[in-house]
């Protein structure tokens, strides 16, 4: 009938409490019942009952963690002697006090003490049994009712049974619920972990980062940095080696810094690993950042071959560039996108943050601008050195915006850095077709024109159909167009660029490269661009007359072109005297502003020579 196993409640401190609660509730109703009783005057039961706080209390004082199982033994058996006295004294079964027996079965049941609630039960059941067939003898003078005795004693039986049955349930229950919160509270502990973990390289993510820094908030001394580095080459790598390589390759880079420094990195997002360079005041940031340019900037063997990290990095600093993680890590990400941050690591700066809203702003105003059409074609004229006769025109992208020009360099960088170039550029070679087109029919002698062409344009892989198209669609000639290629287009397989060319070359259009010297100089590239024109950059011209150096290097270039058996143009001319010194050194063509500036369409007609 009763469970054997003690509830597992028992061991719960708040049953634990809540028997240092009962005996202080029986210690209460005590107290009221010998208030009553003085204003009634029936001293009656004072004594035993003054006798019964005395040992409940005793009780409560003996109570402890270690004793709760004897206490609530004792008090069980306390209370149900406490009831038979009662009930012998007065009325017998009864004695409305008989009830009462059940608070003393009630204690072992709740407390899993077996040994004593069987005790209890049996003494009970055997008391009133006795008290009647007492009083049926003549021994006592209470009333004999052995139907009650019967409902009693069934009734108490019934009562112990059911109830411990409930309590072995919710028990049950219990074990069960908690056995669900260990596994939840286990699974949680998981998810949260996971939440702070990368999805590919289960590195500390952003959340984790935030966390790690946070630690050094407010600590005397302590000026922790966040070091942001993009990683400039992983769709290089995605691409030509696989995604698992890619990660492999995060994962080196974040072992070597942690290795080498002991400072945490963090895989923030899918390019990008954070650093959190701990320091105290007397750390110099510079020297500690050395440190990790050193590590990231060395060829890593992986088991696919060597890669080398292209990247841009951007620093700022607790508290002198924010008093919140959000605001460090903002600032971080500003440096890290700026030009001087390629290869190299940015510390923040004011400016910074007001450029990159001018750029945020120039870059919505562009996307405006290449839906409205909102650009205009310059064009400047190149002249051959020796006859002074036009030979050709360089197209020249203008931009007004909000009623001034903006520089070219300025948001054709903006563009690029965005993705725009692509949709400016193809609008740029069909204008230049289309003007071309219109030059020709007025002119006696047909004069190409010259269009600048970004690497970017070639990352879309539509390069040659855009120029193919513009010139079917203004039934332009193709040697009438003449790309200028700069030395900053790498030959990438990724791209086929190299392939690209040559799809452009056999389609009949001039390739030129333009800037040459600014770049690379990579010999290379003359025979790979297929080029029949170099361009001398003009920082090399507009002081040769003066820069010996300069001089050299543009007779130097000069040589190369003509090894090759290309023709040489100098752009930024801008006075007879160097026009002069580049006719006696060789160089067949001149553009500047010694000739003309660059001019719109509708003067271009009426140019004249000076």
């Excluded at 520089?407 to 054709?412: D, H, K, Q, T, V």
């Amino acid at each position: 009938m009763i469970s054997s196993a003690k509830h597992p409640l028992f061991k719960h401190p708040l049953l634990e409490r809540s028997l240092s609660w009962i005996l202080f509730a029986t210690l209460v109703a005590i107290g009221i019942y010998v208030l009553l009783a003085a204003i009634v005057n029936n001293f009656t039961l004072l004594q035993p009952l003054l006798l019964s706080s005395c040992v409940l209390a005793l009780l409560r004082w003996y109570l402890s963690a270690d004793n709760s199982p004897i206490v609530a033994g004792v008090f069980a058996w306390y209370l149900n002697c406490l009831v038979a006295y009662v009930i012998w004294r007065d009325g017998g079964v009864e004695n409305s006090v008989v009830f009462a027996f059940i608070a003393a079965v009630t204690v072992p049941i709740l407390y899993g003490r077996k040994g004593v609630l069987l005790s209890i039960l049996f003494f009970s059941v055997c008391y009133l049994y006795l008290l009647n067939l007492i009083a049926q003898l003549g021994y006592t003078s209470h009333p004999v009712n052995w139907n009650k005795t019967h409902v009693l004693c069934l009734c108490l039986l019934a009562y112990a049974y059911v109830f411990n049955k409930l309590l072995v349930l919710y028990n049950g229950f219990v074990r069960r619920l908690q056995k669900k919160n260990k596994r939840l509270s286990r699974q949680l502990k998981r998810l949260t972990h996971e939440k702070k973990q990368n999805l590919f390289t289960k590195l500390g993510n952003d959340l984790a980062c935030e966390e790690h820094f946070r630690r050094f908030f407010g600590r005397i001394g302590q000026t922790p940095a966040l070091l942001c580095i993009k990683i400039n080459n992983y769709d290089d790598i995605v691409a030509t080696q696989g995604e698992t390589v890619a990660v492999e390759f995060i994962l080196k880079l974040s072992k070597e810094i942690q290795t080498h420094t002991e400072y945490c990195a963090f895989h923030t997002s899918k390019k990008e690993l954070t650093v959190v360079v701990t320091l105290t005041e007397s750390e110099i940031l510079e020297a500690e950042l050395l440190a990790i340019k050193r590590i990231i900037s060395q060829t890593f063997e992986m088991h696919s071959g060597q890669i080398s990290l292209k990247f841009q990095a951007g620093v700022s600093q607790y508290p002198f560039d924010g008093g919140t993680y959000k605001e460090i890590r903002k600032k971080a990400v500003i440096a890290m996108n700026t030009e001087e941050a390629r290869q190299n690591f940015a510390s923040f700066r004011a400016d910074m943050e007001a450029k990159l809203v001018d750029t945020i702003r120039i870059s919505e105003a562009l996307k405006q601008a290449i839906s409205k059409v909102a650009f205009e074609l310059y064009y400047q004229p190149k002249v051959d050195l020796q006859s002074e006769q036009i030979v050709g025109y360089e197209a020249l992208i203008r931009w007004q915006h909000e009623g001034n020009f903006v520089s070219p360099e300025y948001f054709i960088g903006v563009a690029e850095a965005n993705g725009l170039i692509s949709d400016i550029g193809a609008w740029v070679i069909e204008q230049a077709c289309e003007d071309c087109q219109r030059w020709n029919k007025t002119l006696s002698k047909a004069l190409p024109v010259a269009v600048n062409v970004s690497p970017q344009q070639f990352k879309q892989g539509d390069l040659a159909r855009i120029i193919s198209s513009s010139l079917h669609k203004n039934r332009l000639s193709p040697s009438l167009l003449e790309l200028e290629l700069t030395e900053s287009i790498e030959f990438d397989d990724k791209y086929n660029v190299e392939q690209q060319i040559d799809v452009i070359k056999s389609l009949g259009v001039i390739l030129s490269i333009d800037d040459f010297g600014s770049g690379y100089s990579n010999l290379a590239y003359i025979s790979r661009f297929q080029a029949e024109t170099l361009k001398i950059d003009k920082s090399f011209i507009f002081d040769i007359t003066t820069n010996r150096q300069n001089l050299h290097i543009v007779e130097a270039i000069i040589q190369i072109a003509k090894a090759f058996g290309i023709k040489v143009v100098a752009e930024g001319v801008e006075d007879a005297q160097t026009a002069t010194l580049l006719i006696n050194s060789g160089v067949d063509m001149g553009q500047g502003y010694y000739w003309a500036k660059p001019m719109p369409m509708s003067q271009l007609l009426d140019l004249s020579l000076p």
